[in-house]
């Protein structure tokens, strides 16, 4: 057995059924990858072309990530299970064999039966598995329909609306069987499985993997106190002494209690790796008690609810966070969650009282946070069935070349845009906030970006270019008229911009009006249509927000540079940062941090209906946001 390295993932190379699925797999090999490293469990490669039991035989536990097997793979894995290894399969495609070995049998692949039924994965008994999550969200488009044969057991089920549906995850000798990828939602909770799952199949992970992370913290600390040492005098470190001293302390007492080389049982194992992590946390507060705090700085979170929400709690937390501003979601293209004349309220909010809005200003004036309202635009994916169709039936929906609705109203209708005008309108005259948020101020992406291509639109252009298309859609979309055709859609979207800053400003000059946007430009200007520095450039809005949800700290800097780059520092451009695909707080500061030396004049963390919202604000309030 190789001894630092008792797993290996079986890379995949041969190739997937769909361009889609080879996508996903991608991506999802890339998190799994991220996820190994942050838990600290070392791993070798193996590409799936090259499986036989000499090449796997020296690891205890063999992760198969969306592999497309032949017989001749699934033969190899048969005879490395008799020889006691043991397997953790996510979404494996292959012959009848290979499902037989995990003690199942497969029906193949289906998409859901009814809305977001594979969109949790909840393990009724977790306790069977030491450590293991009692749920976790995956969202997955699709998933391998399994039923257990004798003997094999039922670990999670797909859950969605109260209700479990069909087995999810499996657990036999051979080892376990998830029936999707590991997708980017709640990652926290996927790393609590990957781990919980690895060290159920091999005890001896939890102590290796406590291993490796201890003498990283070790190496961490001495390296924050040596750079406390340069940085003791720094005139946005005053009075910080204090707090260095109580996480250097902190740190150490939890490291102490680790021994170097960890025990291999799970019980012990486990306890080592918790000590570790409360060392981590430590050095995470630690990192940022070094960081001074800059004045002036807009620090955001953006917030969704589908139920009534205790807002003074919400507003007292980021509060407490060093956070400054509040963007709630307070409706989507054909629902509110505050009553108006012109948009159906949620069911919800009505049962609650009916005002969510308020209640939401009113406990943000309590607790000093300016408020920002997020409107949703376009986007219908949360209205009520009767409204769907009703737009569906009064053709303002786009349309796609072929004809068919998508959930989305059509920008280039004007009974659309007028609409949303009024909306913004509305709200700003009869609500007292700070500041009106545009979101997915574009043309769709899902399922594809080819829209809008219906006859409303075919009449709107013709009216505004004075042109007759002949043949459509194919003249706009691959002839002649094809870039006059998507300027057209681009101005159907900053239009909407302009009148809405313009009409805000005449109502409340004093409401700062934002939007966030695509991060990659200029893709998103001919992918969907948003040509959001055009936007900032010309005032129509007070400060952009760009979706920056990468992983990599670097990278975050980079595109905030380039986003200033981009608009000319005619505006300010604030990092929206995606803390919820983030791994720890300590990434989270460093996404922080990283915004800031790229020139951002705040961030907005994306969000705080994540479940470490808690642990990555006391993090920020430990020195980098200080209240």
């Known amino acids: 057995m190789t001894a630092d390295r008792r797993v290996v993932l079986v890379t995949p190379v041969h190739p997937a059924p769909n361009n889609a699925e080879a996508r996903e797999r991608r991506w999802a090999l890339a998190r799994l990858s991220r996820m190994l490293d942050r838990l600290g469990i070392p791993y070798a490669s193996l590409p799936d072309t090259e499986l036989s039991l000499a090449a796997l035989r020296p690891y205890a536990v063999a992760i198969l990530p969306g592999n497309v097997l032949t017989q001749g793979n699934t033969q190899s894995l048969e005879a490395y299970v008799a020889a006691g290894g043991r397997i953790l399969a996510l979404f494996p495609r292959g012959p009848d064999a290979l499902y037989t070995l995990f003690g199942v049998s497969c029906e193949g692949v289906r998409g859901p039966a009814s809305p977001r039924q594979f969109r949790t994965l909840l393990f009724r008994e977790p ?74 199949l091999d005890s001896s992970l939890w102590g290796q993997a406590a291993s490796t992370r201890r003498a990283a913290a070790a190496s961490r600390l001495e390296a924050q106190r040596a750079r406390w040492k340069r940085l003791s005098s720094h005139p946005g470190l005053a009075g910080r002494g204090p707090a260095v001293e109580r996480y250097v ?54 917030i969704h609810t589908y139920q ?24 989507r293209g054909g629902n509110t969650l505050y009553p108006n004349p012109l948009l159906p309220l949620d069911p919800w909010a009505k049962e609650a009282g009916g005002d969510e809005l308020q209640r939401a200003i009113d406990a943000a004036r309590k607790h000093g946070l300016a408020f920002h309202a997020w409107r949703v635009v ?142 990659n430009y200029p893709s998103c200007r001919d992918g969907v249509r948003q040509e959001w520095p055009r936007w900032v450039r010309a005032g129509w809005l007070d400060f952009v927000v760009p979706m920056n949800y990468v992983l990599d700290a670097g990278e975050q800097e980079q ?24 791994h720890s707080p300590g990434e989270v500061l460093a996404h922080v941090r990283a915004a800031r030396a790229g020139g951002a004049k705040g961030f907005v963390l994306f969000s705080f209906n994540d479940e470490a919202i808690g642990d990555h604000l006391q993090v920020l309030s430990a020195g980098a946001c200080s209240p």
């Open 127 to 200: 306790d069977q598995v030491l450590g293991l999550p009692e749920q976790m969200e995956q969202n997955s488009p699709h998933a391998l329909i399994l039923t257990p044969a004798e003997g094999t057991r039922t670990l999670g089920w797909w859950h969605s609306r109260g209700e479990t549906t069909l087995p999810a995850a499996t657990l036999n000798k051979a080892g376990m069987l998830v029936g999707h990828l590991l997708t980017a939602d709640d990652p926290h909770r996927k790393r609590a499985f990957l781990l919980a799952a690895l060290a159920h």
């Open 249 to 302: 302390a902190e740190a150490r007492a939890a490291l102490a209690g680790v021994a170097q080389r960890p025990p291999s049982d799970a019980h012990h194992g486990r306890a080592a790796y918790q000590k570790v992590e409360a060392a981590e946390r430590a050095l995470d507060c630690l990192e940022s008690a070094l960081t001074p705090a800059p004045a002036g700085e807009l620090r955001g979170f953006w």
């Open 308 to 331: 009534p929400t205790d807002w003074d709690s919400v507003m007292a937390k980021a509060k407490a966070g060093g956070l400054n501003a509040a963007f709630v979601r307070v409706g």
């Open 378 to 519: 376009y986007h219908l994916g949360s209205a009520p069935r009767e409204y769907q169709e009703r737009m569906a039936a009064e053709d303002r929906l786009v349309r796609d070349p072929e004809g068919t609705q998508h959930n989305w109203a059509n920008p280039g209708d004007p009974r659309n845009q007028e609409l949303e005008y009024q909306v913004a309108l509305d709200l700003i005259k009869r609500y007292d906030v700070d500041g009106y948020h545009l979101d997915y101020i574009r043309y769709p992406e899902v399922p594809h970006t080819r829209f809008d291509y219906g006859e409303v639109s075919r009449r709107e252009f013709e009216r505004a270019s004075g042109v007759r298309v002949k043949r459509w859609p194919q003249d706009v979309r691959t002839g002649s008229m094809r870039e006059r055709y998507e300027e057209w859609q681009r101005e159907n979207i900053s239009r909407l911009v302009k009148r809405i800053y313009t009409g805000i400003k005449e109502v409340k000059p004093k409401v700062q009006v934002s939007a966030a946007v695509w991060r």
């Open 559 to 582: 595109m905030v540079r380039a986003h200033i780059r981009e608009v000319g520092g005619a505006r300010p451009v604030i990092a929206g940062i995606g803390s919820w695909q983030l």
